[in-house]
């Protein structure tokens, strides 16, 4: 079967919309997760290196573009992660997006809880080296480790998705 056979099977059991609505959530699930880990393994530890002086100033003018190309894409992919659970492609099963949307909104609750909360006192009083070596500890554990498991969740469904013949639902 090519790949054009393989497509049009899995459209035969699910419609155009879910389909193209999980290939939707599939590529921000993945733009997020690469925006995220950029922050994550090169931002945070090189902020050790800026000066006590400059770090405020640079912290405030990385904060908004931060919420601009990381934050809201990955909050929009928790909204269509939900919109999957009420309109699924037939080979996706629901527990795998339950799973999903659990592992987004744990790293949302972290973020709100513990990040964003480190980030103003950052912004606000500048530079200290064991609030970043915090936020690096925490976002790894609780944002980076389920923000990895949701991409894994999302790479097999998107397998799911490609089988010739779906086994659906299971």
């Known amino acids: 079967m090519n790949s054009a056979q393989k497509v049009t099977a899995v459209t035969h059991t699910s419609t ?3 389909v193209w609505l999980f290939l939707i959530t599939f590529t921000f699930v993945f733009y997020g997760m690469g925006a995220s880990f950029v922050e994550s393994f090169v931002n945070y530890p090189t902020w050790k290196l800026i000066g006590a002086d400059e770090f405020r100033d640079f912290h405030q003018a990385l904060s908004p573009l931060i919420i ?3 934050v809201i894409p990955v909050f929009f992919t928790v909204i269509l992660t939900g919109l999957l659970l009420w309109k699924r492609p037939t080979p996706i099963p629901s527990w795998a997006l339950w799973l999903a949307l659990l ?3 744990t790293g949302a609750i972290s973020s709100f809880a513990i990040q964003i909360p480190i980030q103003v006192q950052l912004s606000t009083n500048g530079l200290s080296l064991p609030l970043i070596d915090q936020l690096i500890f925490t976002n790894f554990w609780f ?3 389920p923000m990895f498991i949701n991409s894994v969740l999302f ?8 089988l010739p013949n ?3 639902r299971t």
């Open 16 to 18: 155009r919309s879910s």
């Open 68 to 70: 601009g190309y990381m």
């Open 103 to 105: 592992m987004q909104l």
């Open 143 to 145: 944002r980076r480790i």
């Open 155 to 162: 790479f097999w469904m998107m397998f799911k998705m490609l």
């Open 166 to 168: 779906p086994n659906p």
